[in-house]
Structures are given as C-alpha cells and as structure tokens.
C-alpha cells in the first residue's frame, strides 16, 4: 500500500492532472484520479492524507463521497469546485468537509492551503490535561472522542481541534484572529468559514444552538468557552 499526501478527485481531468503534477514538484505527493468510484478503488490499494474533492463528479455527487468517508475515517477534505453559492459551502462543511476552495483557483494559493492542512493535521496531541468532562460535555483530547450525555458525537478533525482549542482556553474571551493563527494555522481563512465551523460545532453540543451556553459569541472580539454547571 503506496502513502500520498494528497488525492485530487475532479471529473476535469487536465485541471486535476496539473494539480497534482504542481504539487508534487513541491515534494507533496499527489495522485489524481476522476470519479468517485475511482476514489474508491485508489483507497483500496493507497493512502493518502488528504483530499480535494470537486462537488460535481461524473458517476456521482461529492457531497455524497464525503458522506460514505465520513462514516469511516475523519481524512480532511477540502471541497474544489465552481460554484459558489453560501448553501454549497454550508452544506460542505456540515457533512464533514474541513475547508472549501472556489474555482478557478491559484494553484500557490491552494497548494499553501495543503502544506498548512497538512501540518495542522500531521501534529501530535495536544499537551495539558487529557480529558474534559463537565458532566454532560466529554471530551477526550488524546483518543479525539466526544460524547453528549453519554452518546459518542462525530466530528471532523479541524472541529475537534477548535472545540478543544476553545476548552482549553476556558472563559478567556479568543479573538477570530487567533482562531485563524492557532487553529486553521493560515492566513486565507475568513469569517464565513468560522461562523460555520462555530455553528456546526453548536448544533452538536449544545442544547439549544440558538440559546448556546458553551460557546458565547462576545460581539465584535470572538468566543468564550463556558464550563458552567451541565449536569
């Protein structure tokens, strides 16, 4: 079994080939394939650490690759597509997807985005204490495992790295600014992007998204992890 940094999975076939050729010149061992059946059969026989999945695929939709992944590795996927509407983006990143990248794109641009996604997800575990627990939040910083009143909850690996990172910054107020430096570790991140990784991470955890009471948006400066009483 062949280990690749990097599977491209994109039905244009020239735009796929190229990104791939680019990336390896900058020693990050890409594949291409061009369908989502041969995503499947190049995971079979092949590693790879991350991928650029495009949304529309000749033999099938990438929101539902990204579904059948999800339900068995938490790999980071980056979406790479043309469209451009907020409901695609939304959509991406509520089924699992760690990022998204609009066509057409700079291939420096997005090749910067792996090398950063890479490393963010390459690191070892975080330091500090190994679990949280509050009585009805659990989370285990070393096995990546998150439960809601004693049912195991599934997260992506850039969630989870926020949620903890937010946790271990305990009712201390953490700007965007440094969500964008500590967590995603990059500089092309936005605040559309945060606004749904928070939201997705409230749909999960909390009682009532609306009326959260472990993520507090403090307005105009970023969030606040509140331990409070949950049991």
């Not at 990022?99 to 291939?107: A, E, F, N, T």
């Not at 997260?155 to 995603?184: C, G, H, P, Q, Y």
Request: with cysteine; glycine share 8%.
């Amino acid at each position: 079994m062949v280990q690749y940094d990097c599977l491209v999975i994109d039905d244009e076939k020239l735009l796929a080939d190229s990104t791939a050729e680019y990336f390896n010149l900058f020693g990050v061992k890409t594949a291409a394939v061009y369908s989502a059946s041969g995503c499947r059969e190049f995971l079979e026989h092949n590693t790879a650490k991350l991928l650029l999945l495009d949304i529309n695929l000749e033999d099938g939709s990438g929101f539902e690759l990204c579904r059948e992944l999800r339900a068995k590795t938490e790999i980071p996927i980056l979406f790479i597509s043309a469209r451009t509407s907020d409901d695609d983006k939304i959509v991406a990143f509520h089924i699992g997807g760690d990022d998204y990248v609009q066509k057409p794109y700079s291939l420096n641009v997005l090749l910067a985005k792996v090398q950063v996604m890479l490393r963010r997800f390459g690191q070892g575990k975080d330091g500090g204490d190994e679990r949280y627990s509050d009585g009805r939040l659990t989370v285990d910083f070393q096995s990546k495992k998150v439960s809601v009143e004693g049912n195991e909850v599934r997260l992506t690996a850039l969630e989870f790295k926020l949620l903890s990172f937010l946790i271990r910054n305990e009712n201390k107020v953490v700007t965007k600014r440094e969500l964008f430096d500590e967590v995603w570790k990059n500089k092309f991140t936005g605040d559309g992007t945060l606004n749904v990784h928070i939201r997705r991470l409230r749909e999960v955890i909390e009682r009532n998204p609306g009326k959260p009471e472990y993520i507090i948006t403090v307005w105009g400066e970023g969030y606040r992890f509140c331990k409070g009483v949950h049991e």
